[in-house]
């Protein structure tokens, strides 16, 4: 078929859709159908938070903030980091400027170029976590992508458009503030490419390739040809007639990796003049050396296209965070982790905190993880997984975790599980006997393992072994009786044999 046949042809189907979806829009209306459309038919209506229809044409950005006040509010979320935040403050806020100034006046500055940013740091650093404050503080969609996902598809084009469609999505159908997103693409670094390899690898250098013209400027169709849900969606939102498109020039890109080997990339070449230099970087103080001096040439030298690297003059170097730092993140206010579990138990009623000695010993524990912050997230759930298993429904209300419980979480839990209810049976046997009971460290041990093993109602459990002892203990008028494990495991002949005793005591 030539190229006109097939474009009458698809133009044809095109209108075909865009009637039938009029006639959808007419039946549901098109709040109801987006947002049947979004989540597919099993999700009943009205739990969706589609409120309002999307403003196609209106755009709020917020530009009134310096760079040093875009700092102070990444300073709330993110520890450290001070170079990256001052860079990205930077970046942002020029690239923001100058959209606000070509909207205002109308007059496109024809040789702009724009501020992508690549970003160097480890895992869990909190390349991921700037972003998302900084799109939060600007008011900008954001969309998180994966280089080596791109590559793996095969339809490389497609996958570097959607990520500019999903922006689309980000921004709830609004495409003028789509066209001020940000995109980040992770792992960059995994598809760097050998560049001492002749003719290079063809799927990282392709997805590389694939990046540069939206990095630059490229007309993006709303509609992808390979997702009828999405075809639908991006008829409906053009309108009449014109088929909608997204422009990039306005888009951000950020493109993050750990980008391990590139100081010893660095040192050689800084070095490379002195005879027999061997350039490899040891320390992690001298990484954090090298990194700051990184050029175009390192990262071509790296694998990364000239093209690619070119379009990417704002360069962001993350420092590696220690077990103080971590310690810090865990009792900074908006600690995103702690607080996820503080707000996961408040839906089981349960009023989680933590010792300071415990969120030291986390941190420990997570820098033993080697997987940067994330470790504190693995760290937490490990300590809290049986906590939140076993609690619901318990009526246990408060969880103080200690360091202890970070080491032994289900030794905690056992004491939890068995402590509450004893408890309250204490206040019910003293209700009705006028004795007060307290249980040594050997019966609560042993309780516990009985509410393990068996699943046991400690309350009706402790009823049913030491019912009937406050009359034998009123016979010697005690007020007062430590339970141990041995009266649990044989209430009558213990209590007998304490009664005895002390009625000879008394009669002596
Ligand atoms: N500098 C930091 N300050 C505060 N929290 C951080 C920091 N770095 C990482 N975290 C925590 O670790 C989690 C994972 O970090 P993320 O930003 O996704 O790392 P990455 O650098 O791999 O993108 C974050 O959601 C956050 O809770
Ligand atoms: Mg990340």
Known sequence: MSDDKDKNAQDEIYKEIQDFAKKLQEKYGLRELSARMVTGPEVPLGKIGVEKEPAKEKIELNFNLAPRDIKAELDKYVIKQDAAKKYLANAAFYHYRHIEKE???????????????????????????????????????????????????????????NLVRDLVREAEGNIKLAECGMIFVDEIDKIATDSTIMGRDITGTGVQTELLKPMEETEVELVSTSDPVSMMQG????????????????????????????????????????????????????????LPHVTTEDFVEYGLIQELVGRLPVRVILE????????????????????QHVHDFSLIDVDLNFTDEALKRIAQLAYEEKTGARGLMTVCEKALADFKYELPGKNIHELSISKDTVNNPQKTLKRVLVIKPL??????????????????????????????????????????????????????????????????????????????????????
């Open 103 to 161: 909207l205002k006046t109308g007059i496109r500055q024809e040789n702009y170029q724009k501020n992508n940013i690549i970003m160097v740091g480890n895992t869990g650093v909190g390349k991921t976590l700037l972003l998302k404050r900084l799109a939060k503080i600007l008011g900008v969609p954001l969309v998180l992508g994966d280089a080596t996902k791109l590559s793996k598809t095969g339809y490389v084009g497609e996958d570097v458009e």
């Open 423 to 508: 408890e309250d049976f204490i206040g019910q046997f003293f209700n009705t006997s006028g004795i007060k009971l307290s249980f040594s460290h050997g019966a609560i041990n042993f309780l516990a393992e009985k509410t393990h093993l068996d699943g046991l109602d400690i309350v009706r459990y402790c009823w049913d072994r030491l019912n009937g002892c406050d009359r034998l203990l009123e016979i010697i008028d005690i007020k007062e009786v430590q339970i141990s494990a041995n009266i649990l495991k044989n209430p009558m002949k213990e209590i007998a044999l304490m009664v005895n005793k002390n009625r000879k005591k008394r009669s002596r």
């Open 320 to 339: 590696d965070l220690d077990v103080e730092d971590f310690y810090s993140i865990l009792q900074h206010s908006h600690c995103a982790i702690t607080r």
């Open 235 to 290: 008829i409906m939102a053009g309108g009449k007639g014109r088929r909608p498109t997204i422009n990039t020039r306005n888009i951000l890109f950020i493109v993050g990796g750990a980008f391990p080997g590139l100081p010893d990339i660095i040192k050689k070449r800084m070095h490379s003049k002195r005879v027999g230099f061997k350039g490899e970087v040891h320390s992690e103080s001298e990484k954090t050396d090298y």
